[in-house]
């Protein structure tokens, strides 16, 4: 059965439950169960083959039927963990992805400390993800097969899952987050949301916070219930009490960029969000001249256009012009003189930039306006500056009086060069006659 028919049956569900306003009143929710098959190869490496297959979460009691018999059955009985009542906002037909995957315990072969857990329990993670970036839950499920699988259930030795199946789980453990991406200005404070929910009390708990920068790995905060043992800050020893881990950061720099992760570790279980903190700065666009300028027939002037304080560097500025009157439906012409600078780094790990053209005045462009468009990953739209150029003929009145003027002042200067030698030689005369 499709994926679609599935989301029709949920919304079928959804509907017959009157008043719903929440997920926690769902009964069921199309999944995808991603399988794994292991094969050697004929150097003995393991080669692994994921399998998409139709399933879906039905949330009851055990026993309980199969709500959709036509597809792989998780049935989440009664537990005090409920993934549910954690996701707000979300449509289920539009807005919620499940995915459901085997989990090993890599070997760590500890009883589940909860109520009816078993050592040969198996487990699976069902990941809740809202299409719109609104947040991640990942939930731990255990299941306890009627036959227990021999050794330990890994890759290596998975237990097969017919196609109409029905597995009986109960939710044990999850880990969420309500910023999965993070966009933040420098010298801006931030919070990384990670929340977590354990079905027993006093847990074996180990929550730890890492900054993954390049091929770097810094830990930031460690905590450990059993040893009691704290390293780092950030998180408030409060709130890991009520399940909230979340982390608190100094004002950002450039460093401060990278892949956050938190994790949660309750044995045998490792749950863990990775948190993308992007720092983004838009810049401050300005150009050297104000809005209306006017300019002589013939009169060249430089136009810069100024981007300054951006972070990232994928900056984009280009310059346009308009002709007067809007230029008849056409769009703006791109001007292809334009130059620019080199990108300037500033202390504070920002970037300037600026794009520059030299105009040359004419009669027929009066009226037009340039613009200075300017794009960046910060802005949902880019920056635009501009100007009216105004251009006025030459005053034929103004060029006769500075042509005569600037003659009388160099027919002037020819005589006083001239006067001048012969002025000085008369008074060295007049000095060298006897009285």
């Known amino acids: 059965m499709s994926l679609n028919v599935n989301i029709v049956i949920c919304l079928f ?14 009964p069921w929710l199309p999944c995808m169960l991603v399988d794994e098959r292991v094969k050697f190869n004929d150097e ?8 998409h297959r139709n399933a879906g979460l039905q949330f009851g009691h055990p026993g309980d039927s199969a709500l959709n018999p036509n597809a792989i059955t998780f049935l989440v009985t009664g537990s005090k963990v409920d993934m549910r009542k954690y996701i707000e906002g979300a449509v289920v037909e539009h807005q919620l992805q499940c995915e459901i995957r085997r989990y090993s315990t890599e070997g760590i072969q500890v009883r589940w400390p909860g109520l009816g857990a078993q050592d040969h329990d198996i487990w699976f993670t069902c990941t809740l993800r809202h299409t719109d970036g609104l947040f991640v839950i990942t939930s731990f499920l255990r299941h306890t097969p009627a036959t227990p699988t021999p050794g330990q259930a890994d890759y290596r030795n998975w237990a097969a899952i017919a196609d109409r199946e029905m597995l009986t789980t109960s939710t044990v453990m999850l880990v969420f987050t309500r910023t999965p991406s993070v966009w933040v200005g420098l010298m801006k404070q931030s919070s990384l949301h990670c929340q977590f929910d354990v079905d027993h009390k006093a847990a074996d708990l180990t929550v730890e916070w890492r900054l993954q920068r390049r091929s770097e790995r810094t830990t930031l905060f460690s905590h450990s219930s059993r040893s009691g043992q704290r390293e780092g800050g950030g998180v408030e020893l409060k709130g890991i009490g009520r399940g909230d881990a979340s982390l608190t950061l100094p004002l950002t720099k450039q460093s401060s960029e990278g892949t956050y992760v938190c994790l949660v570790s309750v044995p045998p279980l490792f749950g863990s969000h990775e948190i993308a903190l992007h720092i983004m700065e838009p810049p401050r666009v300005s150009l050297n001249v104000d809005s209306v300028i006017s300019l002589v027939d013939t009169e060249r002037q430089k136009m810069v256009c100024e981007a300054v304080g951006y972070y990232p560097l994928d900056v984009e500025m280009e310059w346009f012009r308009e002709p007067s009157g809007g230029g008849g439906g056409l769009l703006p012409e791109k001007l292809d003189t334009v130059l620019y600078s080199s990108h300037r780094h500033h202390q504070d790990g920002t970037y300037s930039l600026s794009a520059f053209f030299l105009l040359h005045a004419s009669l027929h462009d009066s009226g037009s306006k340039y613009f200075c468009r300017v794009s960046h990953s910060s802005l949902r739209m880019p920056i635009r500056k501009s ?27 020819a005589t006083l060069c001239v006067m001048l030698p012969r002025l000085s030689s008369a008074r060295k005369a007049n000095k060298r006659k006897p009285y």
């Open 13 to 26: 569900l959804c509907a017959e439950v009157p008043g719903i306003q929440s997920l926690e009143q769902v």
């Open 44 to 51: 003995g490496h393991a080669e692994t083959q994921y399998q």
């Open 387 to 413: 100007f009216t150029l105004i251009v006025t003929e030459v005053d034929s009145w103004n060029f006769l009086w500075l042509f005569f003027g600037c003659g009388f002042i160099l027919v002037m200067v």
